[in-house]
Each structure stands twice: as structure tokens, then as C-alpha cells.
């Protein structure tokens, strides 16, 4: 057989008993373990803390909340508006007040 013809035909027995395996054993990855930090910081005791915790920190740790840029009283009631406006967050309006209030008085500026 001619030298050519003999390398096709061998590549082409190779090809098709390793396709016939079927693919090779699968490599499970495990994956990373991540530390995450948990915020068990709490919103500082004032008037409206309370209702701070009660209605925020189902979506927002303390945290989060606490390290917002300061706002003036009327952008805070934006916010907290906005929180229930668009995202239903489900907060009376005599407790979107006290939020505000709080929220102006630790994360206030003038």
C-alpha cells in the first residue's frame, strides 16, 4: 500500500474509533467558596429607626442604606417615594414619613 494512502486510511480508523468512545469522562468543578460579607451593622437609635429597620432591610442592609451620599429632606422623600412607587415596597404613608425624617436627620445635608 502506498505511503500516502496508508497514513489517510490509519487517521481515518483513529478518527472513528475515538468518536465511537463517545467524549471522555467529565471533570466535575466544584465551585469556589466565596465569603460574603454580612452587614449586621443597624441603623443608628433616633426617631424613626424603627421604622427604618422595619420597612428597609428586607431590601437594603443598614449598610447599604447608611453609606448613600447625604440628600437634602426633599430628595429623601424622592427616594423613599420612588422605593414605593415603582419598586412596591409596601410602606404606609405615616411610615414613609417617619423614614424621611430619619433619613434626613442621619443622611441630611441643607
Not at 29 to 45: H, N, T
Amino acid at each position: 500500500m502506498n505511503r500516502p494512502l496508508f497514513s489517510l486510511l490509519a487517521w481515518t480508523l483513529f478518527a472513528s474509533s475515538s468518536a465511537a468512545a463517545g467524549p471522555g469522562p467529565e471533570k466535575l468543578v466544584s465551585p469556589p467558596e466565596v465569603d460574603l460579607p454580612f452587614g449586621d451593622a443597624d441603623f443608628p437609635k433616633g426617631p424613626g429607626s424603627q421604622a427604618i429597620s422595619d420597612n428597609c432591610v428586607a431590601c437594603h442592609s443598614a449598610d447599604h442604606v447608611l453609606n448613600q451620599p447625604s440628600l437634602s429632606k426633599e430628595n429623601w422623600k424622592e427616594v423613599v417615594h420612588k422605593m414605593v412607587r415603582s419598586y412596591k415596597a409596601p410602606i404606609s404613608a405615616e411610615e414613609q414619613e417617619k423614614i424621611v425624617d430619619y433619613l434626613a436627620s442621619t443622611k441630611g445635608r441643607e
